[in-house]
């Protein structure tokens, strides 16, 4: 594993386009965390979600991807990956996902190929106790109608952004009211790191015509 030292690293780049934000309070997190292999894999998690702007989505990242880079369709590599051994990727994911510092789905369709995906845990908004009445059920409900179209309008500008296709803005809307946004935006960034779409938006029309499967909102 190649590690850190004055003769090899050359200083950081400027951050322009190459670099993603870290909440405040990660020097915080960091502080607890006493296994070098979970905070790199929460980094590199970080770094896969966040890193796109696809901060409520989960994202499948195969142990040899945590590893040494997650790769394209072509086989090449996006980055060199943790640099941790196969074993120090499991407990470090394992000690992730009990802290609370990840969540980790599994998709068990397939029993040849058990595929999972992770995401950093969110916190989730507070829910009212108390039973609501009146005017001012009439009011919660008009904000969460706003606030349900606020969120359609968030992910279809981000695929239609992924994409590279904003005149297509509201058939991403209507996508978006249809299906999870989060399970569409997982396809247009597995279109996009492929590579090799000419009209990832057209490609993704057409994924998206076969999928009746894909759960609802």
């Known amino acids: 594993m190649q590690t850190l030292s004055e003769p090899t690293f050359q200083g950081f780049s400027k951050p322009e386009s190459n670099f993603f934000r870290l909440p405040n309070e990660w020097t915080d997190i960091t502080a607890t965390i006493s296994s070098l292999a979970e905070l790199k894999l929460v980094e590199y998690v970080l770094k896969h979600t966040w890193g796109y702007s696809e901060f409520d989505m989960v994202k499948k990242i195969t142990t040899d991807e945590f590893m040494n880079g997650r790769k394209k369709r072509d086989g090449t590599r996006i980055d060199q990956g943790t640099g941790l051994s196969k074993p120090s990727v499991i407990a470090g994911l394992k000690s992730a996902v009990i802290h609370g510092l990840l969540e980790e789905e599994t998709d068990e369709r397939d029993k040849a190929r058990i595929k999972k995906y992770y995401k950093l845990k969110?916190?989730?908004?507070?829910?009212?106790?108390?039973?609501?009445?009146?005017?001012?059920?009439?009011?919660?409900?008009?904000?969460?109608?706003?606030?349900?179209?606020?969120?359609?309008?968030?992910?279809?500008?981000?695929?239609?952004?992924?994409?590279?296709?904003?005149?297509?803005?509201?058939?991403?809307?209507?996508?978006?009211?249809?299906?999870?946004?989060?399970?569409?935006?997982?396809?247009?960034?597995?279109?996009?790191?492929?590579?090799?779409?000419?009209?990832?938006?057209?490609?993704?029309?057409?994924?998206?015509?076969?999928?009746?499967?894909?759960?609802?909102?």
């Not at 969460?144 to 809307?173: C, F, M, P």
């Open 122 to 217: 969110m916190k989730t908004p507070i829910e009212e106790d108390e039973p609501q009445r009146g005017e001012e059920r009439y009011n919660n409900v008009a904000k969460r109608i706003t606030r349900d179209r606020n969120e359609v309008d968030y992910y279809a500008g981000l695929l239609a952004k992924k994409l590279g296709d904003h005149k297509s803005l509201t058939y991403y809307k209507i996508a978006c009211r249809r299906f999870h946004p989060q399970l569409l935006l997982q396809k247009a960034a597995e279109i996009m790191g492929d590579g090799g779409a000419k009209n990832p938006g057209a490609v993704f029309a057409d994924w998206l015509k076969n999928q009746s499967h894909i759960p609802s909102q």
